[in-house]
Nanobody
Framework: QVQLVESGGGLVQAGGSLRLSCAAS????????MGWFRQAPGKEREFVAA????????SYADSVKGRFTISRDNAKNTVYLQMNSLKAEDTAIYSC?????????????????WGQGTQVTVSS
């Protein structure tokens, strides 16, 4: 079992920045591709970003490309999401997710594990 705990959410003005963290415990962190999803009120959950086991490959939703950066520190069992140039439409609950992968690909498919989520609110 993998436990995921997010932190770093909050209220920020449009154009500002936040960095989310997701600390993992349990199974071997470096065996998992990691990623972030978000769900805004009244909308379905959507993919935001993913990173491969080694951190060598990443993928992003078109809506955040060039503004968000995902990274990981396998020594600290932590994955990060740096969010810059935030917009009101980025307001959502952001959840961390993990997927066991044999290959080193930034693909979560249907994640195996989820965090509880952290609220990000961007005021315009």
């Amino acid at each position: 079992q993998v436990q995921l705990v997010e932190s770093g959410g909050g209220l920020v003005q449009a154009g500002g920045s936040l960095r989310l963290s997701c600390a993992a415990s349990g199974r071997i962190f470096s065996n998992y591709a990691m990623g972030w999803f978000r769900q805004a009120p009244g909308k379905e959950r959507e993919f935001v970003a993913a990173i491969s086991k080694s951190g060598g490959s990443t993928s992003y939703a078109d809506s955040v490309k060039g503004r968000f950066t995902i990274s990981r520190d396998n020594a600290k069992n932590t994955v990060y999401l740096q969010m810059n140039s935030l917009k009101a439409e980025d307001t959502a609950i952001y959840s961390c997710a993990a997927k066991w992968r044999f290959g080193d690909v930034p693909n979560l498919g249907e994640p195996d594990h989820w965090g509880q989520g952290t609220q990000v609110t961007v005021s315009s």
